[in-house]
């Protein structure tokens, strides 16, 4: 069955430094949704991006879906200690309409 | 309000145990979906039913049943719970889904542990 994996796992970085979690899929994606979960809380979306080499950004994040569709990639610049939580990478996959989330990555930003 | 709510939101229970986690929104959504989150293992699906009529089997459907009662109730039941069920569940909702998919408004979480 479809496969969503995310990298790393886990990242510990000093606040201002940048990060970057990255998902690969199995098969070709149709769209990918990215998702935030703060500790004790609910996963929370994020972003939605559909087209081949999309790149999409919102404010310090930066999304990108890769031109075959089966990875992507979420970037913050200079994190801050709001940023703490584990970020998930979900695809969709046409004519299904289910959602297979990634494994996640926990981000810990230390002041 | 919270649109999306789960109850119980903790439960403990023994293995052999009958359980059942409910899910109730107000989104006026379609779609609804249950996930289970384990450390490491992200979220996984385990049902997802598109309107009434329709119930779906996910990645770990496996000693889970579901029942949508209504478009606004979905519910989730362990009918002999084993201890490797322990885990977080998740409720989810979206709207009608087009080329471009919609996203996933998530519920509270149900903490359930199996002795």
């Known amino acids: 069955g479809q496969q969503v994996m995310q990298i790393p796992q886990y990242q510990h970085v000093q606040e201002g430094e940048d990060f970057t979690t990255y998902c690969n899929s199995s098969t070709t994606l149709s769209n990918i949704q990215w998702y935030k979960q703060r500790p004790g809380g609910h996963p929370v979306f994020l972003i939605q991006?559909?087209?081949?080499?999309e790149v999409k950004k919102q404010k310090r994040l930066t999304f990108q879906f890769g031109e075959a569709k089966k990875n992507s990639s979420l970037h913050i610049t200079a994190t801050q200690t709001t940023d703490v939580g584990t970020y998930f990478c979900?695809?969709?996959?046409?004519?299904?309409?289910?959602?297979?989330f990634g494994t996640g990555t926990r981000l810990k930003v230390l002041a | 309000d919270a649109d999306v709510t789960q109850t119980p939101r903790n439960r403990i229970t023994k293995t052999g145990k009958r359980i059942m986690l409910e899910c109730s929104q107000t989104?006026?959504?379609?779609?609804m979906y249950w996930y289970r989150q384990d450390p490491g293992l992200g979220l996984r699906l385990i049902y997802y039913s598109f309107d009434v009529k329709d119930i779906n089997k996910g990645e770990i459907s496996d000693g889970y049943s579901v029942s949508r009662q209504a478009q606004a109730k979905f519910s989730l039941s362990l009918e002999s719970a084993i201890p490797n069920q322990t885990a977080l569940y998740f409720c989810a909702t979206s709207s009608l889904v087009g080329l471009g998919g919609k996203d996933l408004f998530f519920g509270p979480g149900t903490r359930l542990t199996v002795l």
């Open positions: 979900a695809g969709g996959t046409s004519g299904t309409y289910k959602y297979i």
């Open positions: 991006l559909v087209k081949s080499g």
């Open positions: 989104k006026g959504h379609d779609r």
